[in-house]
């Protein structure tokens, strides 16, 4: 079984690692199966693992200690909306008391704030682009806030606004999307390191590769063979 989430083409090169960890966490929670093995508190873990990466690859992209507050709202706001949207029963129950930005920022209000924050930034001249592209992906991998009682014509003239900031455009009938698609892991490959999956990747390039050479040296073999009788 597999989720797809989407994000916009134009801004993955802006986005973090972290933030991409992020959309495959997300992507995963779309796939969950109700009776999953992963536990809430490991699905928490994740989540702040995520958090603090964020926040060093923002220091080292030398951002604002505000630029990389808003970041990490977002970042947390998106993760609480996903967990409350795919969770169920007890679990649900139990991130609603204790979402990451309760913890983070001691507030309880993302639906609210996130779009406030981002509509602040738009007002701003020179805000930093890793943060836009922050703010879009958020929106790009679903995050509605108010948005989902103020219907998705404001959603989406939100994220007009900060792709034209970003410089990017996009056409009426494409909404611009790549799509990651992350398949629900099984154990044995949680194992796997990620310069061992490379390694198995061009292993596997390697046979398709030398499947496709073995089969066009046969057909010339075959054809000269025709040839001279």
Request: charged share 30%.
């Amino acid at each position: 079984m597999s989720a797809t989430m989407s994000l916009s083409s134009d801004n993955t090169a802006l986005l973090p690692v972290a933030l991409r960890d992020t959309a495959l966490t997300i992507s995963d929670l779309e796939g969950r199966d109700e009776h999953g093995s992963d536990s809430i508190d490991s699905l928490r873990d994740e989540c702040k693992g995520q958090i603090a990466r964020l926040k060093e690859e923002l220091r080292a992209r030398r951002l604002s200690s505000d630029e990389i507050d808003d970041a990490v709202y977002a970042q947390c706001a998106l993760l609480d909306e996903a967990a409350l949207r795919c969770l169920e029963g007890a679990a649900r129950d139990e991130w609603e008391q204790k979402p990451l930005q309760l913890e983070a920022f001691h507030t309880n209000e993302a639906g609210e704030e996130l779009i406030r924050r981002m509509e602040q930034r738009l007002r701003e001249r020179r805000p930093a682009q890793s943060l836009f592209a922050i703010f879009a992906a958020v929106l790009d991998l679903g995050f509605k806030g108010r948005f989902a009682l103020d219907g998705d014509d404001a959603r989406m003239r939100l994220k007009r606004a900060i792709d034209e900031r970003l410089g990017t455009s996009q056409d009426a009938n494409d909404d611009g999307s790549v799509v990651i698609e992350a398949a629900v892991r099984l154990p044995w490959m949680r194992r796997i390191s990620p310069l061992a999956g490379i390694a198995l990747a061009c292993a596997m390039i390697g046979m398709v590769w030398f499947g496709i050479d073995s089969w066009l040296d046969a057909s010339v073999a075959h054809m000269v063979q025709k040839e001279s009788r």
